[in-house]
């Protein structure tokens, strides 16, 4: 019984994140990038999961109220960078500034594909049909993107210090990580305790927030768009 449900749940969790990923590579359809890479972001995006759990079950038992949900965002952000670092960042495949966007919301959507599974899986497994139905739609429109913006904040400050020396790049990432920590941050802190209207507000500010990393991205491609 429980296998069926779990590969329901991973089909809830994973669909959304790829029909998300095939929108993000359109923006790098001029150029894109091998997708073996796009796929080793993804995966080790996936991979860091049971890293956070550990991570957050750890810094919950020293904290509480909103400094640990502050330290949960650092600790996914974190965690993030670290997945589109590793399979991506560092070697040569990364060779234009539109490349850390894609990579860094590459592993986003790898983080959160297997995040929403644990979401899904928990009413699935108690029966409850309606509740993990909206709980899929929530998490496609707001976490889901959510994780999104906060990596391509990430993305987007390296992508505009990818022509300066490397301790402004460094210094980049490092700002870009600290602004995606306090957006989670927010997020988290804004979400709790509130209703539907609320709620409604709230995920209205993070697809504001994914268009105007949208035109931040274009600005991006401007240097290369006459070879597209």
């Not at 400050?157 to 990580?177: E, P, Q």
Request: charged share 15%; proline share 4%.
């Amino acid at each position: 019984m429980f296998e069926p449900l779990l590969l329901v749940a991973l089909l809830g969790g994973l669909l959304p994140a790829l029909l998300w990923l095939a929108f993000w590579l359109l923006e790098d359809r001029c150029e894109p990038e091998p997708k073996r890479y796009i796929f080793y972001c993804f995966v080790l995006g996936m991979a860091t999961i049971p890293l956070v759990l550990w991570g957050e079950k750890l810094v919950a038992h020293y904290l509480t109220g909103p400094l640990l949900l502050v330290a949960w965002a650092g600790i996914e952000e974190v965690c993030k960078f670290g997945a589109a670092y590793f399979a991506a960042l560092r070697w040569s495949v990364f060779d234009e500034p539109l490349d850390a966007v894609i990579y860094m919301v590459t592993a986003a959507l790898g983080f959160a594909a297997i995040e929403n599974t644990l979401f899904i899986l928990s009413p699935l497994e108690n029966g409850n049909v309606l509740q993990t139905i909206m709980t899929g739609n929530l998490r496609f429109i707001g976490a889901t993107l959510l994780h999104t913006l906060s990596s391509a904040t990430v993305g987007l400050a390296l992508a505009f210090a990818f022509y300066n020396r490397a301790s402004i790049r460094r210094l980049a990432a490092l700002g870009g990580v600290i602004l995606a920590v306090l957006l989670h941050a927010l997020f988290n802190l804004s979400i709790l305790g509130k209703g539907g209207s609320s709620i409604f507000w709230i995920f209205l500010l993070i697809w504001l927030g994914i268009i105007g990393a949208l035109l931040l991205v274009e600005r991006v491609k401007q240097p290369s768009r006459d070879y597209c």
